[in-house]
């Protein structure tokens, strides 16, 4: 029997649908994890940032430490994802390891992140190409269109099989690592930059020292007094990360997925992690570290960070071609958290806990297998977001973007930080699986990443003024935590209800998984 008369099979026999099963291997999946966290982006974005008002020249050690403490919490979501295959993920794991009620508000939080990041990579997106066009084309046309343009593509992409995703995420993530990759070789092969190979920028100890002292301009020739927190040098590395951990979404998806998934989980997390590391590092070695420091006081010069080396090396069609990669890789990091949120989306109503949701929201495609509908419903809310934006006149980066990022990041890091410790009572509390826990993968290890998640929503707190810049002053930054916290109580107070009045429905909560890995323990 084939995997898809499996599926319409397993459908029939347990009125659950299921996604299209052996679709996409281990690269696809790696391709759909590593695009959100959309390096080029991150990399041009957040280390100018991280560079100017954080650490300094020593921002590559903050990307160091983000490396360590994801890559030990990607051990224990590894350990978990090889037993439980839920298109949910972290719904799916926290109501395996932290019980139902739990379960049921990460999963709303985590909706509600994927749903607004999406929103938020449009913004952008749309920035970015209107810039880029008006710039080279001379196609002035406002925002809103290339946004709207997008939210279609999105759409109709992921309406067909996951595989067409992979391959168009592909194309876009090759392209941006071997532009990056391009920068770093150059500027290694031509010996380092004009102030030294900065070596102290990889000694992770100095991740948490702050920017203190002057610098010399490098085109102005004045001096600087310059001044940063550690906190915001880390933050923005660890921001860099939001979205590595949709490798286990795709379980039901691809092929051998006890295999596949942590595998390409740890991967996603160390790969990402050295590549940011070289990358930024290279970046100021290329510019010079006082240099960079200089240059990042400015949004406007920021760019030259990256900017500068690569034209001095690679050349001017070089610079075009990464100004073009920010508007696809942004473009690229939308379309892959569309995917995350469709899958949310159609996971938690396929469990149909609201009673017809079973058949719309949790309907997967009879032919291509994707979560048509849910994806149709993503665009829907992300299209009412976008337009609320535009109509009231905010911008599309500083507001549309910044907002929706710092309302997702919330979310998602809180429940990170449940994923991991639902690790620890998963393996060691409950004790299921003895022969996969291990005093240090499923113990020590979640144990000090969720402890280094709280670290970062501590820090996000801190700092959460200073990243939304001068959008903090906006209604929708000052509801951000409200909307966190209703979204989640809410989770919590439906599970809490089910458990009371709907036993039948409470059952089912984050327990649709693979068949040969199901497991019905109770709460």
Request: glycine share 12%; with cysteine; net charge negative.
């Amino acid at each position: 029997m084939s995997a898809e008369e499996t599926r319409i099979a397993s459908e029939a026999e347990t009125g659950v649908q299921r996604l299209k099963p052996n679709a996409v291997g281990l690269l696809g999946v790696m391709f759909m994890a590593v695009a959100t966290a959309a390096p080029i982006t991150a990399m041009v974005g957040n280390v100018p940032i991280a560079i100017g008002f954080g650490s300094g020249a020593n921002a590559p050690a903050g990307y160091l430490v983000a490396t360590i403490v994801l890559g030990l919490f990607a051990l224990g979501y590894s350990a978990m994802a090889k037993h439980i295959t839920s298109t949910g993920a972290f719904y799916g794991f926290i109501s395996h390891g932290l019980g139902r009620v739990v379960g049921m508000g990460a999963g709303a939080l985590t909706t509600l992140a994927y749903v607004v990041f999406e929103a938020a990579l449009v913004g952008i997106f749309a920035f970015f190409a209107s810039s880029f066009f008006a710039t080279h084309t001379a196609l002035d046309i406002s925002w809103i269109w290339y946004a709207l343009a997008m939210l279609a593509v999105n759409a109709v992409l992921t309406y067909f099989d996951i595989n067409l995703t992979a391959v168009v995420l592909g194309v876009f993530l090759v392209t941006e690592i071997v532009m990056l990759g391009a920068m770093t070789v150059s500027i290694l092969a031509s010996g380092g930059g004009p102030q030294g190979w900065s070596l102290g920028s990889l000694n992770p100890l100095n991740a948490f020292h702050g920017l203190s002292g002057t610098v010399t301009h490098p085109d102005t020739g004045a001096t600087l007094a310059v001044a940063g927190t550690a906190g915001i040098g880390l933050f923005f590395a660890f921001w860099s990360w939001v979205g590595f951990e949709s490798t286990a979404m795709y379980g039901e998806e691809s092929r051998n997925p006890k295999k596949i998934i942590p595998l390409a989980t740890m991967l996603s997390v160390l790969g990402i992690g050295g590549f940011y590391v070289i990358v930024s590092w290279s970046a100021i070695v290329g510019t010079g570290p006082d240099n960079a420091v200089a240059l990042a006081q400015d949004g406007s010069t920021a760019g030259q960070i990256f900017f500068g080396p690569v034209e001095q090396h690679l050349g001017h069609w070089a610079v075009v071609l990464f100004e073009f990669l920010l508007m696809s890789g942004s473009y690229a990091c939308g379309m892959a958290f569309h995917n995350c949120a469709s899958r949310y989306i159609y996971a938690i109503g396929r469990e149909d806990l609201i009673p017809g949701f079973g058949r719309t929201l949790g309907a997967a495609h009879p032919r291509h297998g994707s979560p048509y509908l849910a994806g149709f419903a993503q665009t829907t809310v992300a299209t009412l977001i976008v337009l609320a934006f535009y109509v009231t006149d905010r911008d599309p980066y500083a507001q549309l973007y910044a907002l929706m990022a710092i309302l997702g990041t919330t979310a998602i890091l809180i429940v990170q930080a449940l994923a991991a410790f639902s690790c620890i009572a998963y393996f060691h509390v409950q004790g299921k699986h003895p022969e996969t826990a291990h005093w240090f993968r499923t113990f020590t290890a979640p144990l000090v990443g969720g402890v280094g998640m709280i670290y970062v929503i501590w820090l996000l707190v801190q700092n959460a003024g200073f990243a939304a810049g001068a959008a903090a002053s906006d209604v929708v930054f000052k509801l951000s935590p409200w909307i966190v916290a209703v979204v989640g109580l809410a989770g919590l107070g439906f599970a809490l209800w089910a458990k009371r009045f709907a036993p039948e429905r409470y059952d089912t909560i984050g327990r649709i998984v693979l068949e040969d890995t199901q497991e019905r323990a109770d709460d």
